[in-house]
């Protein structure tokens, strides 16, 4: 998995006509090296631009939910999941946890998370799992079945450079 932020659009768009990335196109157009097509999914995040990452020391646990959400249960999704990432920013072994709308559809929304601590991070996550914001979004999940398709979950490691 490859994970990107960029503060805006433009930045992005920027991005795109760097030599390093045209470099990575060429690549991947010569040798066809993936098993898979490439999916990318584009959204705005629902923070405040902020500095970092720093080079990463350690493996992080990490993954991505793609959730498309009934439109009738879109702001109390986006209301639970802005106190969602609130909370879990707070916890000491949560190292990102960002979400957004994608830019396509109003009603799917991606959520990226990175964890730290023991067994390469997991730690962090079932810690993240223990906690009383994560029971709130469970009991969300059971109470009101708000998912339009099944969600998509990808659990992956940050290795550390």
């Known amino acids: 998995f490859l994970h990107e932020q960029y503060k805006s659009m433009a930045d992005f768009e920027y991005h795109q006509t760097t030599p390093h990335f045209q470099k990575v196109l060429s690549f991947l157009e010569a040798s066809d090296p993936l098993e898979e097509p490439m999916m990318g999914n584009v959204y705005r995040c629902q923070h405040p631009p902020k500095e970092y990452l720093e080079t990463t020391s ?21 209301e639970l999941m802005t106190n969602h990432q609130l909370k879990s920013k707070q916890e000491p072994l949560c190292v990102q946890f960002d979400w957004g ?61």
């Open 58 to 78: 350690s493996t992080r646990y990490c993954l991505n939910v793609e959730s498309s959400i009934k439109p009738e249960l879109r702001d109390e999704f986006v």
């Open 101 to 161: 709308v994608s830019i396509d559809d109003e009603n799917t929304f991606y959520i990226h998370e990175e964890y730290v601590g023991n067994e390469e991070g997991k730690e962090g996550f079932l810690a993240h799992e223990a906690s009383p914001h994560f029971a709130k979004f469970v009991k969300f999940n059971n109470e009101k079945q708000p998912y339009s398709k099944p969600q998509v979950v990808q659990f992956f490691k940050l290795l550390p450079l």
